[in-house]
Structure formats: structure tokens, C-alpha cells
């Protein structure tokens, strides 16, 4: 079982940066791919990025390479998602998700997420 808990979200401009951070509970947290999804109002919840549980493997959607980008502490239980040049389009609801597989997590069938944290970019 893993509680997830979302921090950093807020409104900032268009081409500015935030820090998500997602702090999980329990003791197999390494165990974990991690992963970041998002939902815009009056849209479906779509992938953003993944992580495996060593960190050594990360996938992204296309509309972030290069802008965003994902890691974890193991030792701190905690997945960040560093977001720059951030867009109004980024405008969501962003949820952390935790799986036994990076594939259940890019493919969004896990059972573990987050409530959410919002991000609103201005334009």
C-alpha cells in the first residue's frame, strides 16, 4: 500500500518554472515506478512522465521533452517533476501515480494516485 501526497503547484507566467513533488508513504517506495499525469479541465487525465524505480530509465509526452523533467530521492520517498518554460497550455491538475512497473504507469493503470495538486500558467 502507498499513500501519495502532491506539493508545489500554484500560478505562475507563462516561461516561468515550478517544482512538483510527490512524497510517498510506506517502506517499499523504491520499488516503485513513479509517474506524473495531468488533467485540464473538460479533458482526460494524460500522461506526462515516468520513472523507473532506480531513476535510470524516464519517459516523457512529446509536448514536455525538453521542458520538464522527472527524478526521485529513494532515501527521501519522494518523486519531483521539475517543469520550465512552462506554457498556459500546462494548465492542469497534476497527479502523482505509483506502480509495479514503469509500463502500468505510463499506461496509467495503477491503483496508486495522489488528489492532485493545480498548476496555472498565465499568459
Known amino acids: 500500500q502507498v499513500q501519495l501526497v502532491e506539493s508545489g503547484g500554484g500560478l505562475v507566467q507563462a516561461g516561468g518554472s515550478l517544482r512538483l513533488s510527490c512524497a510517498a508513504s510506506g517502506r517499499t517506495f523504491s520499488s516503485y515506478a513513479m509517474g506524473w499525469f495531468r488533467q485540464a479541465p473538460g479533458k482526460e487525465r494524460e500522461f506526462v512522465a515516468a520513472?523507473?524505480?532506480?531513476?535510470?530509465?524516464?519517459y516523457y509526452t512529446d509536448s514536455v521533452k525538453g521542458r520538464f523533467t522527472i527524478s526521485r530521492d529513494n532515501a527521501k520517498n519522494t518523486v519531483y517533476l521539475q517543469m520550465n518554460s512552462l506554457k498556459p497550455e500546462d494548465t492542469a491538475v497534476y497527479y502523482c501515480?505509483?506502480?509495479?512497473?514503469?509500463?502500468?504507469?505510463?499506461?496509467?493503470?495503477?491503483?496508486?494516485w495522489g488528489q492532485g495538486t493545480q498548476v496555472t500558467v498565465s499568459s
Open positions: 520513472i523507473s524505480w532506480s531513476g535510470g530509465n524516464t
Open positions: 501515480a505509483a506502480g509495479g512497473s514503469i509500463i502500468t504507469v505510463v499506461a496509467g493503470t495503477t491503483d496508486y
